[in-house]
Nanobody
């Protein structure tokens, strides 16, 4: 079982920065791919950034060059550094862990979400 707790959201002005954290319980964090998704008002949840257990990353086109995903396996924590924030980045941000089950299968776990509001 994996439990995820996000923190770091809040209100920030356009052009500002925030760093989201996702603390994971359990012993398989280092084996899990981690990701951040967001869900804006009236929109579907969508992938923002993902990092594999080996450290490979990929990003949504809308955040490339502005956001950076990282992980610290010693602390069982994943991060999302968000720079040059725009009003359209306003959303609830969810942490996701894809824990390996073997045979190419994985199980998804989700945090409760943290609100990011970009407004002047």
């Amino acid at each position: 079982q994996v439990q995820l707790v996000e923190s770091g959201g809040g209100l920030v002005q356009p052009g500002g920065s925030l760093r989201l954290s996702c603390a994971a319980s359990g012993t398989i964090f280092s084996l899990s791919a981690m990701a951040w998704h967001c869900q804006g008002p009236g929109k579907q949840r969508e992938l923002v950034a993902r990092i594999t257990s080996g450290g490979s990353t990929n990003y949504a086109d809308s955040v490339k060059g502005r956001f950076t995903i990282s992980r610290d396996n010693a602390k069982n924590t994943a991060y999302l550094q968000m720079n040059s924030l725009k009003p359209e980045d306003t959303a609830v941000y969810y942490c996701n862990a894809a824990a390996p089950l073997g045979f190419g299968r994985s199980r998804d776990y989700w945090g409760q979400g943290t609100q990011v509001t970009v407004s002047s």
